[in-house]
Protein backbone atom coordinates (compact mmCIF):
# COMPACT_ATOMS: atom_id res chain seq x y z
CA UNK A 1 0.00 0.00 0.00
CA UNK A 2 1.43 3.73 -1.17
CA UNK A 3 1.83 6.03 1.32
CA UNK A 4 1.60 9.82 0.16
CA UNK A 5 3.75 10.97 -2.47
CA UNK A 6 4.96 13.62 -3.02
CA UNK A 7 6.60 15.67 -6.41
CA UNK A 8 9.21 16.97 -7.02
CA UNK A 9 11.50 16.00 -4.00
CA UNK A 10 13.97 19.49 -4.85
CA UNK A 11 13.48 22.16 -6.76
CA UNK A 12 14.92 25.42 -7.00
CA UNK A 13 13.44 28.58 -8.48
CA UNK A 14 13.93 32.31 -8.51
CA UNK A 15 12.35 35.42 -7.07
CA UNK A 16 9.00 36.49 -8.83
CA UNK A 17 8.61 32.90 -10.70
CA UNK A 18 5.90 30.50 -9.91
CA UNK A 19 5.54 26.79 -8.73
CA UNK A 20 3.46 23.84 -8.80
CA UNK A 21 3.95 20.94 -6.30
CA UNK A 22 1.92 17.35 -6.38
CA UNK A 23 0.66 15.17 -4.35
CA UNK A 24 -0.99 12.04 -4.20
CA UNK A 25 -2.60 10.41 -0.84
CA UNK A 26 -2.53 7.28 0.42
CA UNK A 27 -4.53 4.77 -1.25
CA UNK A 28 -8.11 4.91 0.52
CA UNK A 29 -8.17 8.80 1.85
CA UNK A 30 -10.36 11.50 0.52
CA UNK A 31 -8.75 14.53 2.34
CA UNK A 32 -5.83 16.35 1.28
CA UNK A 33 -3.49 19.36 3.56
CA UNK A 34 -0.87 21.59 3.23
CA UNK A 35 1.89 22.60 5.22
CA UNK A 36 4.73 24.34 4.69
CA UNK A 37 7.89 23.85 7.15
CA UNK A 38 10.66 26.74 7.36
CA UNK A 39 13.91 25.38 8.72
CA UNK A 40 14.04 25.13 12.16
CA UNK A 41 10.15 25.54 12.39
CA UNK A 42 7.07 23.07 13.07
CA UNK A 43 4.73 22.82 10.35
CA UNK A 44 2.33 25.80 9.07
CA UNK A 45 -1.25 24.86 7.90
CA UNK A 46 -1.79 26.30 4.62
CA UNK A 47 -5.29 24.65 3.53
CA UNK A 48 -6.90 21.14 3.10
CA UNK A 49 -9.08 20.14 -0.02
CA UNK A 50 -12.08 17.61 0.03
CA UNK A 51 -14.48 16.82 -2.89
CA UNK A 52 -12.48 19.09 -4.93
CA UNK A 53 -12.95 22.10 -2.57
CA UNK A 54 -10.74 24.11 -0.25
CA UNK A 55 -12.49 23.70 3.43
CA UNK A 56 -10.21 25.74 5.62
CA UNK A 57 -7.38 27.80 5.13
CA UNK A 58 -4.34 28.91 7.29
CA UNK A 59 -3.22 32.42 7.22
CA UNK A 60 -1.40 32.67 4.07
CA UNK A 61 -1.47 35.20 1.33
CA UNK A 62 -3.87 34.24 -1.72
CA UNK A 63 -0.76 33.76 -3.42
CA UNK A 64 -0.83 29.91 -2.45
CA UNK A 65 -3.59 28.36 -4.39
CA UNK A 66 -4.50 24.80 -4.47
CA UNK A 67 -6.27 22.05 -6.40
CA UNK A 68 -7.71 18.64 -5.82
CA UNK A 69 -8.76 15.88 -8.58
CA UNK A 70 -11.28 13.87 -8.77
CA UNK A 71 -8.94 11.37 -8.00
CA UNK A 72 -8.16 13.12 -4.45
CA UNK A 73 -4.64 14.00 -6.09
CA UNK A 74 -3.99 17.74 -5.21
CA UNK A 75 -1.44 20.55 -6.44
CA UNK A 76 -0.24 23.54 -4.69
CA UNK A 77 0.59 26.38 -6.54
CA UNK A 78 2.38 29.27 -5.47
CA UNK A 79 2.79 32.69 -7.53
CA UNK A 80 5.62 35.31 -7.15
CA UNK A 81 7.88 33.39 -4.89
CA UNK A 82 9.33 35.00 -2.58
CA UNK A 83 12.77 34.59 -0.64
CA UNK A 84 10.56 33.32 1.92
CA UNK A 85 9.09 31.08 0.30
CA UNK A 86 11.68 28.46 0.52
CA UNK A 87 10.79 25.46 2.94
CA UNK A 88 10.03 22.01 2.90
CA UNK A 89 6.34 21.50 1.70
CA UNK A 90 4.39 18.70 3.29
CA UNK A 91 1.18 17.11 1.85
CA UNK A 92 -0.83 15.21 4.33
CA UNK A 93 -3.75 12.76 3.20
CA UNK A 94 -6.48 11.34 5.58
CA UNK A 95 -10.54 10.41 5.67
CA UNK A 96 -12.55 13.30 6.15
CA UNK A 97 -13.41 13.66 9.86
CA UNK A 98 -12.03 15.15 12.71
CA UNK A 99 -9.71 13.64 14.81
CA UNK A 100 -8.74 11.55 11.82
CA UNK A 101 -4.67 10.74 11.59
CA UNK A 102 -3.21 12.86 8.56
CA UNK A 103 -0.83 11.21 7.07
CA UNK A 104 2.41 12.85 5.98
CA UNK A 105 4.63 12.63 2.59
CA UNK A 106 8.38 12.94 2.60
CA UNK A 107 7.82 16.79 1.04
CA UNK A 108 9.42 19.22 -1.48
CA UNK A 109 12.31 20.73 -0.40
CA UNK A 110 11.77 24.43 -2.29
CA UNK A 111 14.51 27.01 -2.75
CA UNK A 112 13.91 30.11 -4.07
CA UNK A 113 16.66 32.23 -5.17
CA UNK B 1 -7.07 30.54 18.90
CA UNK B 2 -4.99 27.37 19.79
CA UNK B 3 -0.86 27.23 20.20
CA UNK B 4 1.65 24.75 20.98
CA UNK B 5 4.33 25.31 23.41
CA UNK B 6 7.08 22.86 22.97
CA UNK B 7 9.54 24.01 26.24
CA UNK B 8 12.85 22.48 24.87
CA UNK B 9 14.50 22.80 21.71
CA UNK B 10 17.11 20.47 22.33
CA UNK B 11 17.22 17.09 24.43
CA UNK B 12 20.47 15.67 24.69
CA UNK B 13 20.27 11.75 26.79
CA UNK B 14 22.41 8.91 27.11
CA UNK B 15 21.62 5.80 25.34
CA UNK B 16 19.26 2.99 27.29
CA UNK B 17 18.71 5.93 30.05
CA UNK B 18 15.00 7.66 30.07
CA UNK B 19 13.32 10.91 28.54
CA UNK B 20 10.48 12.79 28.59
CA UNK B 21 9.13 15.40 25.77
CA UNK B 22 7.75 18.68 26.95
CA UNK B 23 4.54 19.75 25.15
CA UNK B 24 2.01 22.08 26.44
CA UNK B 25 -0.94 23.27 24.77
CA UNK B 26 -3.42 26.73 25.26
CA UNK B 27 -7.01 26.25 23.83
CA UNK B 28 -10.50 27.63 25.00
CA UNK B 29 -12.39 24.63 23.74
CA UNK B 30 -11.67 20.57 23.75
CA UNK B 31 -8.47 19.79 21.03
CA UNK B 32 -7.07 16.19 19.82
CA UNK B 33 -3.53 16.03 20.57
CA UNK B 34 -0.61 14.20 18.56
CA UNK B 35 3.26 13.25 18.81
CA UNK B 36 4.98 12.90 15.16
CA UNK B 37 8.52 12.28 14.74
CA UNK B 38 10.20 13.66 11.65
CA UNK B 39 13.96 12.18 10.36
CA UNK B 40 16.48 13.48 8.54
CA UNK B 41 15.16 14.67 5.41
CA UNK B 42 11.91 12.32 5.31
CA UNK B 43 8.06 13.48 6.77
CA UNK B 44 6.33 12.87 9.75
CA UNK B 45 5.26 9.81 11.44
CA UNK B 46 2.46 9.83 14.13
CA UNK B 47 3.98 8.44 17.25
CA UNK B 48 0.72 9.06 19.34
CA UNK B 49 -2.61 10.40 19.44
CA UNK B 50 -5.47 11.39 22.22
CA UNK B 51 -8.65 11.88 20.84
CA UNK B 52 -10.83 11.07 24.30
CA UNK B 53 -10.87 8.18 27.28
CA UNK B 54 -7.40 6.84 28.88
CA UNK B 55 -4.84 9.74 29.51
CA UNK B 56 -2.49 7.65 29.24
CA UNK B 57 -1.63 6.67 25.76
CA UNK B 58 0.70 4.15 23.95
CA UNK B 59 2.43 5.06 20.89
CA UNK B 60 4.90 2.73 18.44
CA UNK B 61 8.56 1.99 19.69
CA UNK B 62 7.71 2.11 23.22
CA UNK B 63 6.53 5.44 23.47
CA UNK B 64 3.90 7.37 25.61
CA UNK B 65 2.04 10.02 26.59
CA UNK B 66 -0.01 11.39 29.23
CA UNK B 67 -3.25 13.84 28.72
CA UNK B 68 -3.15 16.12 31.77
CA UNK B 69 -6.36 18.47 31.10
CA UNK B 70 -5.68 20.44 34.38
CA UNK B 71 -2.00 20.99 33.27
CA UNK B 72 -2.45 21.49 29.40
CA UNK B 73 0.01 19.01 28.88
CA UNK B 74 0.90 16.25 26.27
CA UNK B 75 4.49 15.26 27.60
CA UNK B 76 5.94 12.40 25.39
CA UNK B 77 8.18 9.40 27.36
CA UNK B 78 10.05 6.89 26.55
CA UNK B 79 11.63 4.12 29.78
CA UNK B 80 15.06 4.11 27.30
CA UNK B 81 15.98 5.41 24.31
CA UNK B 82 17.85 3.74 21.70
CA UNK B 83 20.55 5.82 18.87
CA UNK B 84 17.93 5.74 16.48
CA UNK B 85 15.19 7.48 18.51
CA UNK B 86 17.54 10.80 17.35
CA UNK B 87 14.72 12.88 15.46
CA UNK B 88 12.95 15.93 15.50
CA UNK B 89 9.74 15.74 17.82
CA UNK B 90 6.80 17.39 17.37
CA UNK B 91 3.79 17.96 19.54
CA UNK B 92 0.55 19.27 17.68
CA UNK B 93 -3.06 19.84 18.24
CA UNK B 94 -6.09 20.08 16.46
CA UNK B 95 -9.59 21.46 17.86
CA UNK B 96 -12.46 18.82 18.37
CA UNK B 97 -14.76 19.26 15.30
CA UNK B 98 -11.54 20.72 13.13
CA UNK B 99 -9.34 19.60 10.77
CA UNK B 100 -6.06 21.49 10.63
CA UNK B 101 -3.40 20.76 12.71
CA UNK B 102 -0.88 22.91 15.00
CA UNK B 103 2.55 21.73 15.39
CA UNK B 104 4.58 22.87 18.23
CA UNK B 105 8.46 24.40 17.04
CA UNK B 106 9.92 20.88 17.73
CA UNK B 107 12.22 19.29 20.18
CA UNK B 108 15.47 17.69 18.71
CA UNK B 109 16.41 14.32 20.67
CA UNK B 110 20.05 13.92 20.63
CA UNK B 111 20.58 9.90 21.58
CA UNK B 112 24.22 9.42 22.80
CA UNK B 113 26.07 6.26 22.94
Known amino acids: DAGVTQSPTHLIKTRGQQVTLRCSPK?????VSWYQQALGQGPQFIFQ???????QRGNFPDGFSGHQFPNYSSELNVNALLLGDSALYLC????????????FGPGTRLLVL | AQSVTQLDSQVPVFEEAPVELRCNYS??????LFWYVQYPNQGLQLLLK??????LVKGINGFEAEFNKSQTSFHLRKPSVHISDTAEYFC???????????FGTGTRLKVLA
Open chain 2, 50 to 55: YLSGST
Open chain 1, 49 to 55: YYEEEER
Open chain 2, 27 to 32: SSVSVY
Open chain 1, 27 to 31: SGHDT
Open chain 2, 92 to 102: AVSVVGGYKYI
Open chain 1, 92 to 103: ASSLLGAGETQY
